[in-house]
C-alpha cells in the first residue's frame, strides 16, 4: 500500500535554531514529491515539488531534499513566522490522475 | 492568495441534511479536486474532475457526489449527514488532468454537523 510518513509528529524550535522534518514514503513509482505549509484553519501552501532523488530546492530559510525511500525538509535560523504545520504529498506514477497523498504533518513551533 | 475560491467559509447543519460546497479553480486550471480533513485522518483525497469529466474517485462515500460545470467551476454534494461528516473539506486545481502539475488549494470550508 502506497504510504508518507512524517516525523516528527511535533517540533518546537527556538528563533535561530536550525532543524529538519523528515517525510518518508513507500510508493510503487514516484512522479513527483511535494511540500506544503499549513496554517491554522486555512488551505495548504505549495512550496516545493521534487522529481527525483539528489534534487534539491530552496526558499528563504527553506530546503527541501529528495533520495530514493524520504524527504527532509531544512529549515534554517527559523522565526516565529515559520510556525505552521508542513505537509508532504505525493503523486504516483502511472495512471490519468495526479491525485496528492499526504502525509499526516509536522506541526512545528518557533518560540523567539 | 492562491486563486482558487471556496464558498461557504463555515456550514453548520443538523444529521441527516444535505449540503452543496462550491469551489471556482484558478484561471485556466482545467483540473479540480476535493479533498477531506479531519483531525483523526489528515487530508484525504475524494474526486477529480478534468474540463468537466470524472478522472479519479478516492475514499469518497456514496452519499457524497460531485461535479465540474461547463465554466470549471465544481460543487461537492453531501447528503444524509452524519456527525462524522464534520471537516473541513477542500478544494484545490491545477494546469492539467495528468503529469507533475502543483495543486493550489482553497481557503477552504469548515463543515460542521450537529
Known amino acids: 500500500e502506497d504510504q508518507v510518513t512524517q516525523s516528527p509528529e511535533a517540533l518546537r524550535l527556538q528563533e535561530g535554531e536550525s532543524s529538519s522534518l523528515n517525510c518518508s514514503y513507500t510508493?510503487?513509482?514516484?512522479?513527483?514529491l511535494f511540500w506544503y505549509r499549513q496554517d491554522p484553519g486555512k488551505g495548504p501552501e505549495f512550496l516545493f515539488t521534487?522529481?527525483?532523488a539528489g534534487e534539491e530546492k530552496e526558499k528563504e530559510r527553506l530546503k527541501a531534499t529528495l533520495t530514493k525511500k524520504e524527504s527532509f525538509l531544512h529549515i534554517t535560523a527559523p522565526k516565529p513566522e515559520d510556525s505552521a504545520t508542513y505537509l508532504c504529498a505525493v503523486q504516483l506514477r502511472g495512471g490519468a490522475t495526479n491525485k496528492l497523498i499526504f502525509g499526516t504533518g509536522t506541526l512545528l513551533a518557533v518560540q523567539p | 492568495d492562491s486563486g482558487v475560491t471556496q464558498t461557504p467559509k463555515h456550514l453548520i447543519t443538523a444529521t441527516g441534511q444535505r449540503v452543496t460546497l462550491r469551489c471556482s479553480p484558478r484561471?485556466?486550471?482545467?483540473?479540480v479536486y476535493w479533498y477531506q480533513q479531519s483531525l483523526d485522518q489528515g487530508l484525504q483525497f475524494l474526486i477529480q474532475y478534468y474540463n468537466g469529466e470524472e478522472r479519479a474517485k478516492g475514499n469518497i462515500l456514496e452519499r457524497f457526489s460531485a461535479q465540474q460545470f461547463p465554466d470549471l467551476h465544481s460543487e461537492l454534494n453531501l447528503s444524509s449527514l452524519e456527525l462524522g461528516d464534520s471537516a473541513l473539506y477542500f478544494c484545490?486545481?491545477?494546469?492539467?488532468?495528468?503529469?507533475?502539475?502543483?495543486?493550489?488549494f482553497g481557503p477552504g470550508t469548515r463543515l460542521t454537523v450537529t
Open positions: 484545490a486545481s491545477s494546469v492539467a488532468g495528468g503529469g507533475t502539475y502543483e495543486q493550489y
Open positions: 521534487l522529481y527525483s
Open positions: 510508493v510503487s513509482g514516484l512522479r513527483g
Open positions: 484561471s485556466g486550471d482545467l483540473s
